[in-house]
């Protein structure tokens, strides 16, 4: 590992940590050289499942793209960012999981509509809205008496 302030090759591992429930391991360094302390962090690359759109088209996975659409339904709601990064985390964890190099859309919206609705009621809505493409009034109802149903049969276990 080359030192990010003398460019020396020889550098030391201080202390290393898991982070990011285990998908990551935080190293602390220090320079042989000039003794400056650093943190570096090792995460496994792994190939993601290339996603697959309405109309055909194949995109590679982009995971700020995840990240723009869950941040968004987020906005304003007092939700710690750990959560939500332990969610971005369980959401690309399951996509590994499913083993396929090709994943539709669909899928994964899914997969993060079950995710928001555990965390937030509100940003689940919210996502819904955008991602089910609500065109009515109606629409709308059906997915929060949904979402009403789903409460009241959580609070009666």
């Given at each position: 590992?080359?030192?990010?302030?003398?460019?020396?090759?020889d550098t030391?591992?201080l202390?290393?940590?898991?982070?990011?429930?285990?998908?990551?391991?935080r190293r602390?360094?220090?320079?042989?050289?000039?003794?400056?302390?650093?943190?570096?962090?090792?995460?496994i690359?792994a190939?993601?499942?290339?996603?697959?759109?309405?109309?055909?088209?194949?995109?590679?996975?982009?995971?700020?793209?995840?990240?723009?659409?869950?941040?968004?339904?987020?906005?304003?709601?007092?939700i710690?960012?750990?959560?939500?990064?332990?969610?971005?985390?369980?959401?690309?964890?399951?996509l590994?999981?499913?083993?396929?190099?090709?994943?539709?859309?669909?899928f994964?919206?899914?997969?993060?509509?079950?995710?928001?609705?555990?965390?937030d009621?509100?940003?689940?809505?919210?996502?819904a809205?955008?991602?089910?493409?609500?065109?009515?009034?109606?629409?709308?109802?059906?997915?929060?008496?949904?979402?009403?149903?789903?409460?009241?049969?959580?609070?009666?276990?």
């Amino acid at each position: 590992m080359y030192c990010p302030f003398c460019n020396a090759i020889d550098t030391k591992v201080l202390d290393s940590r898991l982070a990011a429930e285990g998908a990551q391991v935080r190293r602390r360094r220090q320079c042989s050289t000039c003794s400056e302390r650093f943190t570096t962090f090792e995460i496994i690359e792994a190939v993601m499942p290339r996603i697959v759109k309405s109309n055909g088209r194949v995109e590679p996975y982009d995971s700020q793209k995840l990240r723009r659409s869950i941040l968004l339904p987020l906005q304003k709601r007092p939700i710690a960012t750990d959560s939500t990064e332990a969610m971005i985390s369980r959401i690309e964890k399951k996509l590994r999981q499913s083993g396929e190099r090709e994943i539709s859309s669909q899928f994964l919206g899914e997969i993060v509509m079950t995710e928001l609705k555990a965390l937030d009621d509100v940003a689940y809505v919210r996502f819904a809205s955008v991602y089910k493409d609500f065109q009515d009034i109606e629409a709308f109802k059906q997915a929060l008496s949904t979402l009403s149903d789903d409460n009241k049969t959580t609070a009666d276990a």
